[in-house]
């Protein structure tokens, strides 16, 4: 069967295109290496906040929080509400500058963070800035039912295939082989395998400016439930629930020049930084570390993701470096890349 669409990788980027290609009843496939989702989206830290630094990535995340509810309208995935700890200047900063944008954040002195969260640390001079459309999400549940709604929609998904070859004829790609050797044909093809593209695409005589940050996350079990994600500027910390568990931890990472070696165990001093941070933040009586793991982000050196055509063949496209903000960059750019396919090719 010829597609007209064949999107490569069943991340955020590629579910959500398919999402959207699919909605508009656009022929299209959706091939992933897993039989069930997996890879760096199903294992990223899961927080979907619209308190960014960049006007663009305001915008993507306003969209996102919109895209995620839709999808999971049963909100089997999704919490709901975020509060950013940020130093008192820089917060009252903040809020005069985002509540132009967002209507709904609210300004949290330290007693009243206390209140409704006891379980808490404030710290002096701390203020808390609370958005209760921002979300976090368990990223692993979110694409199991993506999966599901692209398959409601009457597209199909290849699970457990990997694409290894573009088949091309000139300057246009004609179709991809996969690891059974079988070959599917599409009209267009779509790149979103996050952090294999580069290897994927420079196999393929394409070339794409980015690299590879390996970032590690905790997981603890605590006494209570957390209700509210965590943005914690104070320590450059994140965390969100998951049921009786929180997971979360520091900015910290390690550049790694193949996918592989950014899944794993995270280096030792990631350890003792998430655990301080952890401390620094909680209040807990009970808590237990019980689980670590990293993920794998892709970057472009001038932190601008990629979604457009690529050079050398007129109809592949290419979704990379989504710099770790992939479930806040991702669901726009797709939604945006559909509608230049649709308008252009379909």
């Known amino acids: ?89 820089y917060a009252i900063n903040d809020y005069d500058r ?29 203020l808390g800035i609370y958005s209760k459309n921002d979300l976090t999400i368990n990223p692993r549940k979110f694409l199991e039912i993506i999966w599901s709604r692209i398959e409601d929609f009457g597209c199909e998904i290849l699970r457990g295939y990997t694409a290894t070859h573009i088949i091309c004829k000139e300057d246009y790609a004609k179709a991809v082989m996969l690891s059974n050797y079988d070959l599917v044909h599409g009209d267009l093809i779509v790149s979103c395998l996050g952090a294999w593209n580069k290897s994927f695409l ?30 914690d500027d104070e320590v450059y910390g994140y965390w969100r629930p998951d049921e009786n568990h929180i997971i979360g931890g520091g900015y910290d990472g390690y550049i790694v020049k193949y996918p592989h070696e950014g899944f794993g165990e995270p280096l030792g001093y990631s350890y003792d930084l998430a655990l301080d941070i952890f401390k620094f933040r909680f209040n807990f009586r009970y808590f237990k570390l019980v689980g670590a793991w990293t993920g794998v982000a892709s970057f472009t050196y001038n932190y601008k993701p990629i979604a457009n055509v690529s050079k050398k063949f007129k109809n592949l496209y290419v979704i990379d470096g989504l710099g770790g903000e992939g479930l806040v960059r991702a669901p726009a750019l797709s939604l945006n890349l559909a509608k230049e396919i649709i308008d252009k090719w379909i």
């Open 98 to 126: 985002y509540r132009g944008i967002l209507g709904d954040i609210e300004l949290y002195e330290p007693t009243e963070i206390i209140d409704r969260w006891p379980y808490l640390n404030i710290h002096e001079d701390e």
């Open 202 to 231: 420079r196999s393929n005589g394409v070339k794409v400016k980015t690299y590879l940050i390996s970032i590690p996350i905790f997981k603890f079990r605590v006494e209570e439930n957390l209700d509210v994600g965590i943005w």
């Open 1 to 89: 069967m010829k597609y007209e669409v064949i999107v490569l990788g069943g991340g955020i980027a590629g579910s959500s295109l398919a999402y959207h290609l699919c909605k508009k009843g656009v022929r299209s496939v959706l091939i992933d290496r897993s039989v069930d989702p997996d890879g760096a989206t199903a294992v990223s830290g899961g927080m979907v906040t619209r308190l960014q630094d960049h006007p663009d990535d305001i915008k993507y995340a306003i969209y996102a929080t919109r895209f995620y509810r839709e999808v999971d309208s049963s909100r089997e995935s999704i919490s709901d509400g975020l509060l950013s700890i940020e130093d008192e200047e």
